[in-house]
Nanobody, 124 residues
Framework: QVQLVESGGGLVQAGGSLRLSCAAS????????MAWFRQAPGKEREFVAAITWNNGRTYYADSVKGRFTISRDSAKNTVYLQMNSLKPEDTAVYYCAARAGGRPGYSSLGYDYWGQGTQVTVSS
């Protein structure tokens, strides 16, 4: 059974940094695309970043490009989201997601597996 477990959320001041982790288990993810989404109160879940596991190609939403970095550690079966220069508008629950195949999906509907989410709060 596939499990995605996020960690690393918390409260940080604007301009600060956080690193989120997503520990994946239950299958081999070499042919998967892993992604981070976020959902703020009253808003739809939105794409943040994605990475194809086999070649490490990355994709970002325009709102986080240049500030966030997605990466993976194959030995640990873990995906990371390094978030720098955080803004209050980055406040949301961040979710890790996985989908079979090497193309990123920018809609949450395209993902098969989800973690439970981790709260990120950025104070001004």
């Amino acid at each position: 059974q596939v499990q995605l477990v996020e960690s690393g959320g918390g409260l940080v001041q604007a301009g600060g940094s956080l690193r989120l982790s997503c520990a994946a288990s239950g299958r081999t993810f070499s042919s998967y695309t892993m992604a981070w989404f976020r959902q703020a109160p009253g808003k739809e879940r939105e794409f943040v970043a994605a990475i194809t596991w086999n070649n490490g190609r990355t994709y970002y939403a325009d709102s986080v490009k240049g500030r966030f970095t997605i990466s993976r550690d194959s030995a640990k079966n873990t995906v990371y989201l390094q978030m720098n220069s955080l803004k209050p508008e980055d406040t949301a629950v961040y979710y890790c997601a996985a989908r079979a195949g090497g193309r990123p999906g920018y809609s949450s509907l395209g993902y098969d597996y989800w973690g439970q989410g981790t709260q990120v709060t950025v104070s001004s």
